[in-house]
């Protein structure tokens, strides 16, 4: 079975530029997060979706925003880009809404110029 | 706020020995913990989890701990091999306003010697 996808791989933009992230959950799974992991630090959260509506966000600006479509997958935005956005963007999967064991994608590794 | 700490950065520990991984945390409301294992340019990989109803779970080389009282959890990898070299996460959830976040510490990274 496929575990979470995510994509692009890698993407370079300027400061002040737009992006969308994308992930796709492994199979049957309704919940998705994402995390931003900034390197020498753990990953941090920034939003937990299920059944298409936000259950929690983390302490992070409003320039970041995300949604879940019906078939449970996920996009990540992030508006007027800052230097210190550049990290690795991961989405993570789990079955319900307690998420009990989330499965992690590879990541999106983001770098603003 | 750290509220997930991993005190040691590395670990070197050599092929076929224990290798230790600790983890301290401060919330007394998290009630699940996980340890998860990255390789560079990968994604986290689950590797075993605790409920804070337990104070042990095992599975294979993988052994975790817990210790409620000292809000001290650890990971028993015996034996240790060179593909364990990795960095390794502890994290806990409990639910908040945030949801079911896991929030993480900063990771020890863990090198197995031949």
């Known amino acids: 079975d496929a575990g979470v996808t995510q994509s692009p791989t890698h993407l370079i933009k300027t400061r002040g530029q737009h992006v969308t992230l994308r992930c796709s959950p492994i199979?049957?799974?309704?919940?998705v997060s994402w995390y931003q992991q900034v390197l020498g630090q753990g990953p941090q959260f920034i939003f937990q979706?299920?059944?298409?509506?936000?259950?929690g966000r983390g302490n992070f600006p409003d320039r970041f925003s995300a949604r879940q479509f019906p078939n449970y997958s996920s996009e990540l935005n992030v508006n007027a880009l800052l230097l210190g956005d550049s990290a690795l963007y991961l989405c993570?999967?789990?079955?319900?809404?307690?998420?009990?064991?989330?499965?992690f994608g590879p990541g999106t590794r983001l770098t603003v110029l | 706020d750290q509220q997930v700490k991993q005190n040691s950065p590395s670990l070197s520990v050599q092929e076929g020995r224990i290798s230790i991984l600790n983890c301290d945390y401060t919330?007394?409301?998290?009630?699940?913990f996980l340890w998860y294992k990255k390789y560079p340019a990968e994604g986290p990989t689950f590797l075993i989890s605790?409920?804070?109803?337990?104070d042990k779970n095992e599975d294979g080389r993988f052994t975790v701990f817990l210790n409620k009282s000292a809000k001290h959890l650890s990971l028993h990898i015996v034996p240790s091999q060179p593909g364990d070299s990795a960095v390794y996460f502890c994290?806990?959830?409990?639910?908040?306003?945030?949801?079911?976040?896991?929030?993480f510490g900063k990771g020890t990274s863990l090198l197995v010697t031949p």
């Open positions: 605790i409920s804070s109803i337990k």
């Open positions: 979706y299920y059944e298409k509506e936000e259950r």
């Open positions: 919330n007394s409301m998290f009630d699940y």
């Open positions: 994290a806990a959830s409990a639910h908040s306003n945030s949801g079911y976040a896991l929030n």
């Open positions: 199979s049957g799974h309704k919940s």
């Open positions: 993570a999967s789990s079955l319900g809404f307690r998420t009990d064991t989330q499965y």
